[in-house]
């Protein structure tokens, strides 16, 4: 297949880009500066400026652009961005496609499971309701701006977890175990929905030819607390593991991001698994495993027999 890609130099896009060129595949890279290689092709999402005909010369787009949520504090200006980056984006493509004599027959567009907001006791599938909350709002406009693609384009809206590795969200909780300083957010155990980030990059490419349409939800097919992954993050690193934080204060100092890392989303991919997608990680202890590999403190270390304490 012949695919573009937007986002292509991101957390996700770097990784996706190589696994789609070692399976064969032609990737034509958007960039928002000059070109400086032949598979670059340089946009203006922000201006909703992408170079006429480029969707009549190929057989699928996947999107991936936006502003990134793993940096914090999200302040004002950053939650606009987060917002305009996505929608400008997306709608930039699909108004392309729709202009196109020949629009790409398949449409992969990022979302996330941020759209079902807080659900604590509930199991989230792609049948369930939306929820509430800021990134539930960003995430409905983001797929309802994915779903103008014209008639006959298989648009899949990727609902996409926390990513394990090295660059994602989770990367600030390896940070603060390194640190010594890991302990519950919250209570510690609300779901966190997560998949690493090779599973990521396989669930996409095997929505290139599954048939499956609308959202998808990219998680692993094993749920996890909060407190169990930051547990696999210290047992693995040789690390305590802290009281924790009052939730009060996790709250004031997270503001809107606590939707990502305090609410409580029981996720399961079951369009995924259905479709035939088979996991490299199930776990949440073989996905930091995985993380860490190679990159672990010795065993002597001081803290080694407090953590194990």
């Not at 092709?41 to 699928?60: Q, T």
């Not at 709608?91 to 449409?107: E, G």
């Not at 300083?181 to 609300?190: E, R, V, Y």
């Not at 090779?198 to 959202?215: F, K």
């Amino acid at each position: 297949m012949r695919i573009l890609v937007s986002g292509a130099s991101g957390f996700i896009g770097s990784d996706l880009g190589h696994s789609l060129t070692s399976h064969g595949h032609e990737v034509l890279r958007l960039v928002r500066r000059a070109p400086t290689r032949s598979d670059e092709v340089e946009w203006h999402p922000e201006k909703g400026v992408i170079p006429g005909g480029i969707m009549d010369d190929v057989d699928a787009v996947i999107n991936l652009s936006g502003a990134s949520l793993a940096r914090l504090p999200w302040t004002p200006k950053w939650k606009r961005e987060i917002f305009t980056s996505r929608i400008r984006a997306t709608h930039t493509l699909t108004d392309a496609m729709r202009t196109a004599s020949k629009p790409p027959s398949i449409f992969l567009s990022g979302s996330a499971v941020g759209i079902y907001g807080d659900r604590p006791g509930d199991v989230l599938t792609e049948s369930s309701v939306r929820g509430h909350g800021y990134l539930a709002d960003v995430v409905d406009a983001w797929e309802k701006a994915a779903r103008r693609a014209p008639d006959g384009v298989r648009v899949v809206t990727m609902r996409t977890g926390l990513v394990v590795g090295q660059g994602g969200v989770l990367s600030l909780v390896e940070l603060q175990s390194r640190l010594g300083l890991a302990g519950p957010l919250g209570s510690g155990k609300q779901h966190w929905p997560w998949i690493t980030l090779p599973d990521e990059v396989g669930a996409i490419r095997h929505l290139l030819t599954a048939d499956v349409s609308g959202p998808v939800n990219l998680v692993a097919p094993v749920a996890a607390s909060a407190e169990r992954i930051m547990r696999a993050f210290t047992t693995a690193l040789h690390r305590p593991y802290l009281v924790p934080a009052p939730k009060k204060l996790v709250e004031l100092a997270l503001q809107d991001a606590r939707d990502l890392l305090l609410a409580d989303q029981e996720v399961v991919p079951q369009k995924l698994v259905a479709s035939g997608y088979r996991f490299q990680h199930e776990t949440a202890e073989q996905a930091i495993d995985w993380m860490l590999s190679g990159r672990r403190p010795q065993r002597d270390r001081p803290e080694t027999r407090h953590a194990r304490a």
